[in-house]
C-alpha cells in the first residue's frame, strides 16, 4: 500500500500550517514557499483540506488560511481520508462496492474489515502536533 502523492503533499501542508498555529493566519502561497511544493498543487490539497474542515479560510485584509481545529485533535487518518476518502485497503472494505470476483466464495474477507480498522487506527493514534515537530526523530 501507497499513499498517492496528493496525500502525501496533503500531509507535509498540514504539518507546515501547523508550525503556523500560534502565528496567526497564513497563505497557500506562503506554505508552497515554505514546503518546496508547486504552488498549483498546494491550492489544491488547501482546497479539499477545506473541504473536509480540516483548515478554513478566511478572505479579505487580515485573511488566509488557519488550522479549523486544534493540531492535537487532528490525525494523520484525518488528513489522509480528506484527500483519498476513507480508508479501504480492499473493495470488499469499501461499503457499497461490490467488485470482487470472489464476493460471496472468499474465506479471507471477514477478516478485511479487522485489518482496515487496524490500519485506520494506527494512522488515527498520530496526531498532527506530532507530524508537525521539526526535531530528529529516533
Do not use: F
Not at 500550517?17 to 518546496?36: D, F, I, P, Y
Not at 479579505?60 to 485497503?89: C, F, Y
Not at 494512522?123 to 508537525?132: H, I, K, P, T
Amino acid at each position: 500500500m501507497r499513499l498517492s502523492n496528493l496525500a502525501d503533499y496533503a500531509v507535509v501542508t498540514m504539518s507546515q500550517a501547523a508550525r503556523h498555529c500560534g502565528g496567526g493566519r497564513t497563505s497557500a502561497a506562503e506554505l508552497a514557499e515554505e514546503t518546496g511544493l508547486p504552488a498549483p498543487t498546494v491550492q489544491k490539497v488547501v482546497s479539499k483540506l477545506t473541504a473536509a474542515g480540516l483548515l478554513r479560510s478566511t478572505r479579505g485584509a487580515g485573511g488566509g488560511l488557519q488550522l479549523a481545529r486544534p493540531a492535537a485533535a487532528i490525525s494523520l487518518a484525518d488528513i489522509v481520508e480528506a484527500v483519498e476518502g476513507p480508508i479501504a485497503l480492499t473493495s470488499c472494505v469499501d461499503e457499497g462496492r461490490h467488485d470482487c470476483a470472489l464476493e460471496g466464495s472468499c474465506s479471507v474477507q471477514p477478516h478485511w474489515p479487522i485489518v482496515n480498522k487496524a490500519l485506520r487506527s494506527a494512522l488515527a493514534d498520530v496526531s498532527l502536533v506530532q507530524l508537525a515537530q521539526t526535531e530528529e526523530l529516533a
